[in-house]
Each structure stands twice: as C-alpha cells, then as structure tokens.
C-alpha cells in the first residue's frame, strides 16, 4: 500500500479514534488476505545470557550484574523436544553475545536439530557474528535470523549503543545474511530513549526498502541496573499503530505480537493481533532460566507466554477469531509462488 510519509505521520500522531480503528481493521484485512486469519508461534528457546556487548537499554549488558547462565546443547536438544510433542514446527534459539557458542558448537546442534526435526524450521537470533559464521550456520541449515537493526538513524544507534558497537556493522550484518538466504528479521523498539517522529520515519523507510521478512517491535521497557533504568517505557498504542502501519507497507511480512507487549498490557497480545501481527513467541527454555533471561523488568514468561501453555494460548487467539497452526510458518512470497487468500498456488 502506498502511505505517504505525510499520511504516516498524521496516523502516528492524531488523537482521532476513528481513524485508529480504521487503520486496524485495513491492516487486519491486509494480513487475512496474505496469510489469512492465522497465527503462527515459535518456540523460543533462550541459550544464553551471557552477552559481551553493553547495549545501554538491556537488562543482560555485559555490566547488569544480572545472574548468568546458558544451557548446554543437551538442554537445547530436550527443549526443542518438549516443543515438537507440543505441537511447534519453529525453534528460535536466541542468547546474547556469548563466545562459549562458537561455531563448533552452534553448527553440530543446528544441524543436529534440523536432523531430528526436519519438518522444522530453525531461527537462530545472537546477535553480530562475521559473514563467514552466518554461512557456515546457514550450511548447517539454519533458516532465519533474528537482527533487529534498533533505530535506522545512525545518530540514534550512538545513543543506544557504546561507542565500540557500530551502525555500520549491523546493517552489513542484515545485507550478509540476506545475501545468504536467511529469512531476516529486523526490528526496534518503540519509545526507547532519544527517539523522535523523525527516527520513527527512518525505521519505516528502512522497513519499507530492504523488506526483511520478519519485523520485531515492542515497547521500550526499562531494565534494572542499566543507563536507561528510570526512563519511561514505550507507549502501548503507539507500538499498535506501528504494528498496523508496517502490516501495510509490508503486506507479507511476518510480524509478532511481542512479548514486551504483553507486559505492559494483560491482553497485549490479543490488541497486536488485531493491529495486523500474525506470530507468537512463547518461551520453551527451562522453567529455572526464564526469570533469568531479564532485558527488562517484569518480562513475562508464564501464561499464554509459557510454551507448556499453547492451549490457553489458543484459546486466547481463537477467542478473535484466530487458529493456531501446527506448522512452520514460512514467510510468503517465495518461489514466485502466487498468494491467493493466504495458501500458495
Ligand atoms: N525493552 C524492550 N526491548 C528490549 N530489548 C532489549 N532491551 C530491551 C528493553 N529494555 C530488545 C532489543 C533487542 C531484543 C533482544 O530485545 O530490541 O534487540
């Protein structure tokens, strides 16, 4: 759909209800007729939260004095068993910047899962890793990759990040793993510290352009021990909107009900199903390490947020009018395959 910058703007900012829930529903209609009124889940397995960078809004920086941990590839193994039986065809293996998986470890256990599951998809989401990582964890047959670029204004990117982690890098790191045929997810959070309507305009641009085929936004939520600890939180409707206005620049993109909206609002992930989103994330790492994986206060990891609980969560989804398939959840658009009403052709 073609909005200009001056529509998007006006949309992100007037107090019109009307005009809200108008925006919702073309979102709702333009994913229905994508993907149709289906909701796809993953289960997200959290590795590790030992992180070498020290990104000031997160809660597992390198200096957060968090307690830390990982799990072994054993751990890993039996996560991703608990979540086959239960019903998820997509494993997320996500962790901070943590060295001990290099790739002699993260090669092996990828292609380890894709072995013992091969009607899986595998997304790995760890970060910055060189070019030559991202191959070799593609040739092991690692699908998709999880990179939120974090703002796509350079002068943001400083204010978020220390001045070792570069703008630079992550973008070239979204362009390597396309170029290697990872579907790529890209994303920001909404209301973190320093952003501006402007920034917010440069990340729509930024999503409208390079297309990644999965967009992940949630509130900013402040984190305990971090720079940014007092620092208000995201506006829940302003991440709605994004939601929906995304949806329409990027009819096929496959975009999450994020567990950061959640928090902030009981039925948060219902209200970004009905902004346009078409993906859930429960959490299938050990119950111990949940509480352990902080980036931000109060993160949810029980409820419709725990993978042991899918039937609530369908429930929930089908209490919209929504099904929960047991199925990978590809992005659509490949393989010049024709989208007719949500099937391939
Ligand atoms: N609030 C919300 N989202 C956060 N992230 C990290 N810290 C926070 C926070 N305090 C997001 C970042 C990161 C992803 C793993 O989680 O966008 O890419």
């Known amino acids: 759909m073609n909005l200009s910058s001056n529509e998007i703007r006006w949309l992100l900012t007037t107090s019109d209800p009307e005009a809200v829930d108008a925006l919702m529903a073309e979102a709702c ?36 004095g968090c307690k830390r941990y990982r799990l072994s590839p054993e751990q890993i193994m039996e996560c991703c068993q608990v979540g086959h039986d239960l019903g998820f065809r997509t494993f997320v293996l996500q962790g901070g910047e943590d060295a001990w998986f290099t790739d002699e470890v993260l090669c092996p256990l990828v292609s380890d ?73 890209a994303g920001f959070m909404v209301g973190s510290p320093y952003q501006t309507l402007d920034t917010l305009m440069k990340d729509l641009s930024f999503i409208a352009d390079f297309k990644p085929e999965m967009v992940g936004i949630g509130p900013f939520i402040p984190a305990a021990g971090t720079p940014f600890e007092n ?76 993978a042991e609980s899918v039937a609530d969560l369908r429930l929930r989804m089908q209490a919209i009018g929504m099904e929960v398939p047991v199925d990978r959840g590809d992005f659509y658009g490949y393989d010049n395959k024709e989208i007719t009403n949500g099937q391939y052709h």
């Open 29 to 64: 209609r333009v994913r229905d007729e994508v993907y149709g009124r289906r909701v796809f889940m993953r289960g997200l397995i959290e590795i590790s939260n030992h992180c070498r960078n020290n990104c000031l809004y997160c809660g597992i920086r390198r200096e957060a």
């Open 113 to 185: 899962i894709k072995g013992r599951y091969p009607d899986c998809a595998i997304t790995l989401s760890l970060g910055e890793r060189g070019a030559e990582s991202f191959e070799r964890l593609r040739e092991a047959g690692a699908d998709r990759y999880l990179l939120r670029h974090e703002t796509a204004d350079r002068d943001h990117y400083g204010r978020l990040h220390p001045a070792e982690m570069s703008f630079d890098h992550r973008m070239e790191c979204l362009s390597d793993l396309r170029r290697l045929g990872f579907q790529v997810g």
């Open 231 to 306: 620092e208000p939180a995201g506006s829940v409707e302003l991440t709605l909107r994004l939601l929906a206005i995304i949806r329409l620049l990027h009819p096929q993109v496959l975009l999450p009900a994020t567990t950061a909206l959640g928090t902030l609002h009981p039925t948060g992930r219902e209200r970004a199903v009905a902004a346009g989103a078409n993906v859930v994330m429960p959490n299938l790492s050990p119950r111990d390490t949940r509480v352990l994986y902080a980036i931000y206060n109060n993160k949810l990891a029980t409820g419709s947020e725990a």
